[in-house]
């Protein structure tokens, strides 16, 4: 059997564009749809580098997990995908991407196949629906805050505590299924299927733990179980740098590490320093703060959003204070991947 005949009979039935890439990122092969996709400027060549067509840094992020994700399974089980987002080198097109490796899967350096999907039809960076959404954040974040900080002060009469605790959970409560109701529209509105790769927890926090760690932020993660959570891997991993970005300029000379855990329905990231916490209208502004390495320019409101993940600040008694990050749970994952 002529397998490589098979293999480009298989490609051109494809709808999405694919690309067969060496472990330099060379085009190898490629298929119809790929050529419509991207060969309008320049026809499609092999040996053209994959980083003349989309944007470097959310590939090699994928890459990257692939390679700990097979690390982590010791070389052993179904070999997975990572998805996530891409935009043309003008930014004119964007896509849903799904990359995997190709065998020999032992090779210290692995070819690879990726999946373009065109998603420009639908996928508008900083839409304004997803700024509406933005409207209920602040009150939200703020009324969530204050029910974490009451509880730390012991001191405030039983009356005036319990008055204060009634309210502000009722309303967390109340403020809270109002956004996730406008945020579930706006998904169903902007796509029709999520860009976010499901992963668990023990693989989620190594990953982030690793990373973290390699830009010099000492890190304490405690999976002490497995839950599923999806997410953008590249955009989590952006937003995260920012933060540790930013609180380092802010409190300079001052030491700081993450702490990741997991709670009742999210996941945390927790950036913990000595020194004042950074008030609650700072924290808009960087969620205000569009990342320039982003699939689109995106806000880190905007990208918080495509997960429904959420950050806000808080002191603490032992002159620490905490940006959070909080990021939701879905679903069990088991020992699974």
């Not at 987002?85 to 350096?109: D, W, Y």
């Not at 204050?146 to 405030?156: C, D, Q």
Request: proline share 6%; glycine share 6%; net charge negative.
């Amino acid at each position: 059997m002529d397998y490589g005949a098979l293999l480009n009979t298989l490609l051109h039935e494809l709808k999405d564009g694919v690309l067969v890439c060496d472990p330099d990122a060379k085009i190898t092969l490629f298929n119809q749809a790929a050529e419509d996709l991207f060969g309008l400027g320049q026809p499609l060549s092999k040996g053209r580098s994959l980083y003349t067509l989309c944007f470097q840094p959310p590939v090699e992020h994928a890459l990257n997990l692939l390679h700990y994700q097979y690390e982590f399974k010791n070389q052993s089980a179904p070999f997975p995908y990572v998805q996530f987002m891409n935009a043309s080198i003008n930014q004119e097109q964007f896509f849903r991407c799904r990359a995997s490796f190709l065998p020999p899967l032992t090779a210290p350096k692995k070819s690879f196949v990726i999946i373009f999907e065109d998603i420009s039809a639908w996928y508008l960076p900083d839409n304004p629906l997803y700024m509406k959404i933005e409207e209920f954040r602040a009150p939200m974040t703020n009324l969530r805050a204050a029910v974490e900080n009451l509880t730390e002060y012991p001191e405030m009469s039983p009356v005036m505590r319990s008055a204060f605790e009634n309210v502000l959970v009722q309303e967390s409560i109340n403020l809270t299924e109002a956004f996730n109701a406008l945020a579930g529209s706006c998904r169903v509105i902007m796509q029709t299927q999520n860009h976010l790769t499901e992963l668990n927890t023990v693989m989620l926090f190594g990953y982030v733990a690793r990373h973290l760690q390699n830009k010099k932020i000492s890190v304490a993660a405690s999976p002490e179980q497995s839950i599923g959570t999806k997410v953008d891997i590249y955009g989590l991993l952006l937003v995260l740098d920012y933060l540790a970005g930013s609180i380092k300029h802010k409190q300079k000379g001052t030491g700081l590490s993450c702490e990741i855990h997991i709670g009742k329905q999210f996941i945390y990231f927790d950036f913990i320093w000595s020194g004042p916490f950074i008030p609650p209208a700072a924290v808009e502004k960087m969620l205000a703060q569009k990342l320039e390495h982003s699939i689109g320019a995106m806000t880190v409101a905007a990208i918080l959003s495509s997960m429904g993940a959420d950050i806000w600040s808080q002191q603490q008694e032992n002159s620490q204070s905490t940006l959070r990050l909080a990021l939701p749970v879905t679903i069990k994952a088991g020992n699974e991947t």
